[in-house]
C-alpha cells in the first residue's frame, strides 16, 4: 500500500472521521450499568468475544465481499450483500447505527471525490446503506487493499468500544491504550477469518449482544445513543 491510500485509510480509521461513531456504544452501556463490564478485563474478554465470534466478524466479512464487488462494477452484488446484512441486524437499534453511519460516510465521500460525481448519479440516497459497505467503497476509491481495508475497519470498530468503557467503566486513558495494544492479535485474527470465511459460516454468536442494545433505549440515563 503507497503512501496516499496508508494516510487515507487513517483518515477513515480516525475518530474526527464525521460520521458519529463516537456517539453509539452497541450495548456496552447497558452492560457496565447492569455491572456486568466493571473493569478493563471484563472489556477484553466481551471484545475478544465479539471479535472471534460476534456479528463484527460477520460484517468484516461482508466487507470484503462488497470490496470485491466494488472493484468488479457489480452494484446488484453489493446491493444484496447491503440487504442481507441489514436483515441479520439483530437489533433495530444495531441497525439504525450502521445505516446512519453509511448514509453519514456516502455523503461524505461525494463530497472527497467530486471528480467522481457522474459515478453518483445512479445511486438511490434513500437507500440504507451500511457502513461496512460504503466503507468498502471507500476504500476502493482509495485503492486500498480489501486486507487492510477490513483491518483498519475492525481496528476502528475495536477503538471506538474501548473508547466508550473509558468513559463508562470508567478507565485511565493508559489502560485503554493498554486494551488495545492486547486486542491487536484478535483484530488481526479476525481479520484473516474474514478472508476466507465461506458464504455458508456467515453466522455469529454475540452473547448477551442484542439484549443489551434493545435494553439500551429504554434505560433511564444514558451517555450514548445506542
Known sequence: MDATALLMLLQLTSPALPVGAYSYSEGL????????????????????ASLATGSIGVEA??????????????????????H????????AELQQQNWQMGRSLLKLLQ???????????????????????IFALAAGLAEIDEYNAVLGYLHSWTSNLVSAGVKLIPLGQTAGQKLMLQLAEPITASADRSLTLPDDQLFSCSWGLAIASMTHETQYSRLFRS
Do not use: C, F
Open 29 to 48: 452501556e447497558t452492560l457496565v450499568d447492569q455491572g456486568l463490564i466493571k473493569s478493563a478485563a471484563d472489556l477484553q474478554t466481551w471484545l475478544t
Open 61 to 82: 466479512a461482508i466487507l470484503i465481499r462488497a470490496h470485491r464487488a466494488w472493484s468488479q462494477g457489480d452494484q446488484p452484488q453489493v446491493i444484496y450483500w447491503n
Open 84 to 91: 442481507w446484512l441489514s436483515a441479520t441486524r439483530e437489533t
Open 111 to 133: 463530497d472527497l471525490y467530486p471528480r467522481s460525481n457522474s459515478d453518483w448519479s445512479g445511486w438511490d440516497m434513500t437507500e440504507n446503506w451500511n457502513m461496512a459497505i
